[in-house]
């Protein structure tokens, strides 16, 4: 059962001027289809400006869609009575670390979410405890959120998400604002709660090392869906991507651009630097 | 000159104080300010100064350092006291030129700045022993009651919970604002006062737009948290008295009819 569908899901920025009039109408997204199943990782990508984010805010219920409809869990996100069902449901991690912590202490701010739902104290607790086990965080529990690193502030901000208990938790570029090593922590973080704890991931970013390690990839621009594939798949086609001013990974690039100076044998879509050596190698040694 | 101020923060060390309920401490705060202005009379002031003294060492919190948040209002207190003393009318001590100190000038400046003083101390020992946090959960529960005339108790508490977490990050913002300035060559550092507090003027433009805009993604990522208000919300930390709140309730009428008692009783 999908537990995250969009059906011709269209949305406008309406701009107004001071009388109220509608001064301009920004569709930014137009007939967007698109599903995703339980336990899947899901990854979208997009320029600036692609209506990934919007998207994203719409499977969260923080902006309704001005034609089509979003269904959460079965849930239609434009009725009033599943929105706080829906929230918890569907989880969101922003992209600003500092402006999503919400308690001045780790565990606080951790138990913001259950505490909301109305959870009793002692189970608030325990869920923290897991949340932040889960996420590597247990021992900076008592910490202040400013001290830490921006790869820790995103863990935290995960972990409280995790101690609501989602089926699903979308991630609005969770690494935009990290150094690289904090990237890593993000993204491995996302695929152990994908692995172990059988979360729906939806990771929206522009890095396409994230991207690598999705089941399924929905690549945005201008507010429409335009491919959809297994990573591999979308990886293979470099020009339409470059076309869309998109970026392959790195390992993806050198395999295309060897093709293109002769080297036809080696396979479409390589995506990590491993594939590529090893294909080389096998590629070396028939020769 | 914001980090220097000790009034209104917490101080870190275990004491009996410190681990007494959020709700009795800002009791016992209301019950000493109401204490102070209670006392018309030298035994009272007595009385209240033996009770600082013991909070003060009960707390564990340096005087020293105590004292050092009181230099922010060094001057309010020399106004107040000299206005006190010289225009206060009734029974002349000293006359010189057009100023005469009068008896109960006297008393009064004495009186207005002991008074002035231990409101400052009493109320900086609260804020110096209980945390924001703590605070504000003290707040929220202990005016409840306020629900019942429809102030939104619960709202005021996240403001003020939320306002006091970012702080230091708008500290940190506004300097990073003042470098990225002073790289293009504004000028904080010279010229007189007013010269400086104009030059702080575009500082403020990027840190409002900047504010505000923390403040639109934190109100969306509370929403996306399941956040609606104070109905139907549990706590992660509850409060309960304990059996040393209570004994601290106990203490602190003790001390409030005492006081009342002197003032009523004592002659001088």
Redesign the interface.
């Known amino acids: 059962m999908a537990i995250v569908e969009t059906c011709k899901l269209s949305f406008d920025y309406i701009r107004r001027d001071e009388e109220g009039n509608v001064s301009s109408i920004n569709r930014a997204l137009n007939r967007v289809d698109l599903s995703v199943e339980k336990g899947e990782f899901i990854a979208i990508l997009g320029g600036n400006g692609s209506g990934k984010s919007t998207l994203a805010k719409h499977i969260n219920a923080i902006l309704y869609p001005t034609e089509g409809y979003v269904l959460v869990d079965g849930k239609k996100t434009s009725e009033e009575i599943n929105i706080l069902d829906i929230r918890q449901k569907a989880g969101m991690v922003f992209q600003n670390p500092d402006n999503q912590i919400i308690g001045s202490v780790v565990e606080e701010d951790v138990g913001f979410g259950p505490e909301n739902m109305g959870i009793p104290s002692e189970n608030i607790w325990e869920r923290v405890e897991e949340a932040l086990k889960i996420l590597g965080m247990w021992e900076y529990r008592k910490h202040s959120p400013m001290r830490l690193s921006g790869g820790q502030k995103q863990r935290v901000a995960i972990a409280g998400v995790v101690a609501m208990h989602p089926e699903c938790i979308i991630m609005d570029e969770p690494t935009a604002m990290l150094d690289p090593a904090g990237r890593k922590d993000v993204i491995r973080a996302a695929r152990a709660l994908n692995d172990v704890e059988r979360i729906t991931i939806i990771l929206i970013t522009h890095y396409m090392e994230e991207v690598v390690y999705a089941n399924k990839v929905f690549v945005m621009e201008g507010g429409e869906i335009k491919m959809f594939g297994t990573p591999r798949e979308i990886f293979s086609r470099v020009e339409e991507l470059e076309k869309m001013r998109l970026d392959v990974p790195q390992a993806t690039r050198l395999a295309y651009e060897l093709k293109r100076r002769g080297l036809s044998q080696l396979p479409d879509g390589i995506l990590t630097e491993k594939e590529l050596v090893t294909e080389l190698c096998r590629l070396y040694s028939i020769i | 000159m914001l980090r220097e101020m000790t009034l209104g923060q917490y101080y870190q060390v275990e004491s009996r104080l410190h681990r007494l309920d959020p709700r009795v401490k800002l009791m016992g705060t209301l019950v000493f300010i109401i204490s102070l202005f209670v006392s018309q009379k030298a035994v009272c002031y007595a009385v209240a100064t033996v009770f600082l003294i013991c909070m003060i060492k009960l707390s564990k919190v340096p005087f020293g350092y105590m004292v050092r948040g009181m230099r922010a209002i060094v001057m309010i207190m020399m106004i107040t006291v000299v206005f006190n003393l010289f225009l206060s009318p009734g029974e002349a001590l000293v006359t010189f030129w057009a100023f005469t100190i009068t008896k109960e000038g006297l008393r009064n400046a004495v009186f207005t700045a002991i008074r002035l003083t231990y409101l400052i101390l009493g109320s900086s020992l609260m804020t110096l022993t209980t945390t924001?946090?703590d605070l504000t959960d003290g707040m929220e529960k202990g005016l409840g009651f306020l629900k019942i005339f429809k102030l939104p108790v619960h709202e005021i508490a996240m403001m003020m919970?939320?306002a006091?977490?970012f702080i230091?990050?708008l500290l940190e913002e506004t300097d990073k604002i003042m470098k990225a300035q002073q790289a293009r060559g504004a000028d904080f550092e010279s010229g007189g006062l007013i010269r400086r507090a104009r030059a702080m003027v575009p500082l403020l433009v990027p840190l409002f737009v900047s504010a505000f805009r923390?403040a639109n993604?934190?109100a969306?990522?509370?929403?996306?948290?399941?956040?609606?208000g104070g109905e139907?919300?549990?706590?992660?930390?509850?409060l309960k008295y304990k059996a040393w709140d209570v004994r601290a309730y106990v203490i602190l009428f003790c001390y409030l009819a005492l006081v009342v008692l002197t003032a009523i009783v004592s002659p001088v």
């Open positions: 924001p946090n919970s939320i006091l977490r230091p990050i923390r993604d934190l969306l990522a509370m929403e996306a948290r399941c956040y609606h139907g919300r549990t706590k992660m930390k509850p």
